[in-house]
Structure formats: C-alpha cells, structure tokens
C-alpha cells in the first residue's frame, strides 16, 4: 500500500514588496521564476576545550539567529506586458532601491494547492545585489538578492 503525500507546488508563489519595510503596501514583483525564500540558522558557541577527548569540536546553542539571503531570479519584461493590474514592482523597482538603500518589506506566498494553502513568510530587508544575464540561446533574465533584516514572520491556514 502507498502512501500519499499531501506535497506543495512552488507554481504560483508570488513575491510581494513595499518600500516602507513590511508595514507598507504590497505589490507584486513581475515576472518572478526562480526565488529561494531565505534559510535561518541557529548561532552556536563554541565550548571546546584541550580535555575534549573525541577530537570533535564541542557547542552549545546559543548566539544570534542567521539567516541567508532571498535568492531570486525574473524574466527582463515589463509590468505592463506580464501583469492585468498596473501597480506591480518592477526589476528596475529593485535596481534603484538597492541603488538608494531603501529599506523595503517581503512578503512570499507559497503556491500550488494542498490543505495547507496559504503559506505566508514576509519581514524587512535590502536589495544588496542586482543583475542581468543575456545569454544568446535564452530569454534575458534578471538577477537579485534581498538581506533580510529583523525577525521575519512565518504563517500557514489551513482548509
């Protein structure tokens, strides 16, 4: 007998942003493909001593809480062309804030279907790099990564 797995589908997450950190209003970023939602590590303290006998390094939990960039990657388009509503965020959105420092809000809905359907992750952060690839065989793409700042809050409802 099977087992079936009630998984997630990443089709359909949609990466939000606000200029005023996540306490402003949210739109959506045109023409996302390819986006890693960022990974949070615990800190340790190191405890090994010269009596450690195993040759291991030795820890405890402990410190600060790290969390890696959110990785994304969008197709070059415009708003207009990809999106029915004019308010969504653009590459060149995300170019010059990262240009400005602004301090901008995320906000990342999981898609797909499952009884989990609404899968929300969102916090403050900075635009710290931006790209664009032009490869002669593909479609151009643009390249950008946010550094969360704070506390991120994480959310699931289920049906």
Not at 51 to 59: M, R, S, W
Not at 78 to 97: E, G, H, I, R, V
Request: net charge negative; proline share 4%; aromatic share 12%.
């Amino acid at each position: 007998m099977s087992v079936l797995l009630n998984a997630q589908s990443g089709f359909g997450t949609v990466l939000s942003m606000a200029t005023n950190g996540s306490s402003g209003t949210f739109s959506a970023v045109a023409g996302i493909i390819d986006l890693n939602p960022p990974k949070k590590t615990l800190g340790t303290i190191d405890i090994t001593y010269h009596g450690t006998t195993d040759g291991y390094d030795v820890a405890i939990p402990g410190g600060i809480f790290k969390q890696a960039d959110i990785a994304l990657t969008g197709l070059m388009i415009t708003c207009s062309s990809f999106f029915s509503y004019t308010s969504a965020y653009s590459m060149w959105d995300m170019k010059t804030w990262m240009e400005n420092g602004t301090r901008i809000g995320w906000l990342i809905q999981i898609g797909g279907t499952s009884s989990v359907n609404n899968w929300c992750y969102y916090g403050d952060g900075f635009i710290t790099s931006f790209g664009i690839d032009t490869p002669l065989n593909d479609n151009a793409k643009f390249h950008a990564n946010i550094s969360p700042t704070g506390k991120p809050v994480f959310s699931a409802t289920t049906t």
